[in-house]
């Protein structure tokens, strides 16, 4: 599953979690705790859109592996063709450092690509976290206000 489709399945939870509370403060026996019912209905409505603003401003980025390969063939093709024409041993190791320090740059482009990857799953987790802080507030709220 992917991230954007947590939120989804979360906002459809939360939606249903309000809906869920709307019609209990229609239930005749329980218009006592109206008050609670309608708190939390509108807790879940705005947790649904919390959770779809979240979605709506996390990118993650796809990693495109093409200009990869194709650095790669590159590299080794001329290094291969430099190396076999190069008679000056000396000449030959500066080309293999040259070619090692392109593939490192490229390991930290990916590498990069991978912190920015994980900057936005903690954006994620922080906005998880920030619920379930609000759940156990709302557990509160149900225990302190409910003794009806």
Excluded: C, W
């Excluded at 992917?2 to 403060?25: I, K, N, R, S, W």
């Excluded at 996390?58 to 790669?72: Q, R, V």
């Excluded at 080794?76 to 190791?93: D, P």
Aim: aromatic share 8%; glycine share 4%.
């Amino acid at each position: 599953m992917t991230p954007h489709q947590v939120f989804e399945l979360v906002v459809a939870l939360e939606t249903d979690l309000a809906d869920f509370y709307l019609e209990l403060g229609q239930v005749e026996r329980l218009k006592p705790f109206a008050d609670i019912f309608s708190f939390m209905t509108d807790h879940s409505q705005n947790h649904a859109r919390q959770i779809d603003r979240a979605a709506a401003s996390i990118d993650l980025p796809e990693l495109d592996t093409a200009p990869i390969e194709t650095l790669h063939r590159r590299i080794k093709e001329s290094l291969q063709e430099q190396i076999l024409r190069e008679e000056n041993s000396g000449k030959v190791m500066a080309e293999l450092a040259r070619a090692e320090e392109i593939i490192g740059k490229l390991y930290q482009s990916m590498a990069s690509h991978y912190h920015s990857r994980a900057a936005a799953y903690s954006k994620i987790a922080e906005q998880f976290d920030q619920l379930y802080e609000e759940e156990f507030a709302h557990r509160d709220y149900i225990i302190d206000h409910g003794q009806g």
